[in-house]
């Protein structure tokens, strides 16, 4: 365990020195995700009295909680490997784009002009009656939560078009930061109504490209998006705590919202710990429980359909519950060592390789297609610890389908004859 932590810290200097280190990398966001999930971790479980102890899955050995960890080391160790080996092999045209100093030139200016702002707002209206065609006064007050296995279709597409909602009324934050910040609400205020877990990640992006955008980064902004990204937590709070009422949509949460409970500070500290602890205890028991299987391994990496591949035969069996899924990391960890180290030796190179083509878009001032591009692989991040290796690896898969999807229509573009 102690070598492998000083290991970290070599390989983590060695991949600071070959990749310059930038806010939006792929590479960096994964490694520092998962520092900081195993710090935090253990902090929780040496020195956190009051366990949350989820599905009763904190109640967990000293023998187990640093068996898992010796393999949480092993993974970013593999990780930083297979970074550093993508970096020592790849042209060196790659090598220096790996070291430009993307900060110096980077901002989210959109540039827009009160055509698109009216553009944005009619978008915003189209949005509004979307939600009342699929709702109707059952998001301002109904008897129950809403079941999203009801219109699935159309809660996706819902889904969708608020996600590209949240991005348009950030598009606004530099020329109409007011009318940027009124469309941002409605957009909570929907998506509120709903219990959609969907406005605590527009409220990240929001926060993130209102910070990067064109304007002073001093200490007080720094400030600013500190204290957003709280508000973010607490927002995710109240999501969870209005489950729980009697009555739901906009009209209960928002008077909910007048009567807060004091309890809701820990709700707060519980959506940490359901952020960036919870994943670890799961995989503890993933360890535990799944059965070692090349054949699941097979149907896990397969990019085709679930039904194509026999996923519906296992996916039953790869969960703890009927609520929690086993993790991608005790999937991998239940294989042993030797499966860990090369596992996450290879998305170390996918990583980077994802991570050239976000700094080529970041350097060619493409922002908002590099920031899809990394919102896809913090998807992956996310989801390796929560969730099914078939669930977190999909998103690697859009990743590069997204790529190719951009080269096609970059070549569909440019082959039509210019006047």
Same mark, same amino acid.
């Given at each position: 365990?102690?070598?492998?932590?000083?290991?970290?810290?070599?390989?983590?200097?060695?991949?600071?020195?070959?990749?310059?280190?930038?806010?939006?990398?792929?590479?960096?966001?994964?490694?520092?995700?998962?520092?900081?999930?195993?710090?935090?971790?253990?902090?929780?479980?040496?020195?956190?009295?009051?366990?949350?102890?989820?599905?009763?899955? &904190?109640?967990?050995?000293?023998?187990?909680?640093?068996?898992?960890?010796?393999?949480?080391?092993?993974?970013?160790?593999?990780?930083?490997?297979?970074?550093?080996?993508?970096?020592?092999?790849?042209?060196?045209?790659?090598?220096?784009?790996?070291?430009?100093?993307?900060?110096?030139?980077? &901002?989210?200016?959109?540039?827009?002009?009160?055509?698109?702002?009216?553009?944005?707002?009619? *978008?915003?209206?189209?949005?509004?009656?979307?939600?009342?065609?699929? *709702?109707?006064?059952?998001?301002?007050?109904? &008897?129950?939560?809403?079941?999203?296995?009801?219109?699935?279709?159309?809660?996706?597409?819902?889904?969708?078009?608020?996600?590209?909602?949240?991005?348009?009324?950030?598009?606004?934050?530099?020329? *109409?930061?007011?009318?940027?910040?009124?469309?941002?609400?409605?957009?909570?205020?929907?998506?509120?109504?709903?219990?959609?877990?969907?406005?605590?990640?527009?409220?990240?992006?929001?926060?993130?490209?209102?910070?990067?955008?064109?304007?002073?980064?001093?200490?007080?902004?720094?400030?600013?998006?500190?204290?957003?990204?709280?508000?973010?937590?607490?927002?995710?709070?109240?999501?969870?705590?209005?489950?729980?009422?009697?009555?739901?949509?906009?009209?209960?949460?928002?008077?909910?919202?007048?009567?807060?409970?004091?309890?809701?500070?820990?709700?707060?500290?519980?959506?940490?710990?359901?952020?960036?602890?919870?994943?670890?205890?799961?995989?503890?028991?993933?360890?535990?429980?799944?059965?070692?299987?090349?054949?699941?391994?097979?149907?896990?990496?397969?990019?085709?359909?679930?039904?194509?591949?026999?996923?519906?035969?296992?996916?039953?069996?790869?969960?703890?519950?009927?609520?929690?899924?086993?993790?991608?990391?005790?999937?991998?960890?239940?294989?042993?060592?030797?499966?860990?180290?090369?596992?996450?030796?290879?998305?170390?190179?996918?990583?980077?390789?994802? &991570?050239?083509?976000?700094?080529?878009?970041?350097?060619?001032?493409?922002?908002?297609?590099?920031?899809?591009?990394?919102?896809?692989?913090?998807?992956?991040?996310?989801?390796?610890?929560?969730?099914?290796?078939?669930?977190?690896?999909?998103?690697?898969?859009?990743?590069?389908?997204?790529?190719?999807?951009?080269?096609?229509?970059?070549?569909?573009?440019?082959?039509?004859?210019?006047?």
């Amino acid at each position: 365990m102690l070598l492998g932590l000083i290991l970290l810290f070599v390989q983590f200097f060695l991949v600071s020195k070959s990749l310059r280190i930038f806010k939006f990398s792929p590479v960096y966001i994964y490694i520092f995700f998962g520092a900081v999930t195993m710090v935090l971790s253990v902090i929780y479980f040496y020195f956190y009295e009051k366990k949350f102890s989820l599905f009763n899955l &904190d109640d967990v050995s000293e023998k187990q909680f640093l068996n898992a960890l010796s393999f949480y080391v092993l993974s970013l160790n593999a990780f930083m490997t297979g970074v550093l080996f993508y970096f020592i092999n790849t042209l060196k045209k790659t090598r220096i784009l790996f070291n430009f100093d993307i900060d110096n030139q980077f &901002d989210f200016n959109f540039n827009s002009g009160k055509k698109e702002r009216n553009i944005i707002v009619y *978008y915003f209206i189209f949005l509004f009656f979307f939600f009342l065609f699929l *709702y109707g006064k059952s998001l301002f007050i109904r &008897d129950e939560y809403p079941s999203f296995e009801e219109n699935k279709g159309f809660v996706i597409i819902l889904s969708f078009l608020s996600f590209i909602g949240c991005l348009l009324s950030s598009a606004l934050y530099t020329q *109409y930061k007011k009318t940027s910040l009124i469309l941002l609400f409605i957009l909570l205020l929907l998506n509120f109504g709903t219990g959609s877990r969907m406005g605590f990640i527009f409220l990240l992006i929001y926060g993130l490209i209102a910070y990067f955008s064109k304007e002073d980064r001093g200490v007080f902004k720094k400030i600013k998006l500190v204290i957003f990204l709280i508000f973010s937590l607490f927002y995710m709070a109240v999501l969870i705590q209005v489950r729980y009422l009697p009555e739901h949509g906009i009209i209960p949460y928002l008077t909910y919202l007048l009567t807060l409970d004091p309890e809701i500070f820990d709700t707060m500290m519980f959506n940490i710990y359901y952020l960036l602890v919870f994943g670890y205890f799961v995989t503890i028991e993933t360890m535990q429980t799944a059965s070692a299987s090349w054949d699941i391994i097979y149907t896990n990496i397969n990019p085709l359909p679930g039904s194509f591949v026999g996923w519906y035969e296992y996916s039953s069996s790869r969960r703890i519950n009927i609520y929690a899924p086993y993790s991608t990391h005790g999937e991998a960890f239940a294989m042993g060592k030797t499966f860990t180290f090369f596992f996450f030796f290879f998305i170390g190179i996918i990583f980077t390789n994802i &991570d050239k083509f976000v700094r080529k878009m970041f350097k060619k001032q493409k922002n908002l297609k590099a920031l899809i591009l990394v919102l896809l692989t913090c998807l992956h991040i996310f989801y390796s610890f929560e969730y099914n290796m078939r669930s977190s690896l999909r998103y690697i898969y859009y990743s590069y389908f997204y790529l190719l999807m951009l080269f096609f229509v970059g070549g569909l573009i440019n082959s039509i004859p210019k006047r």
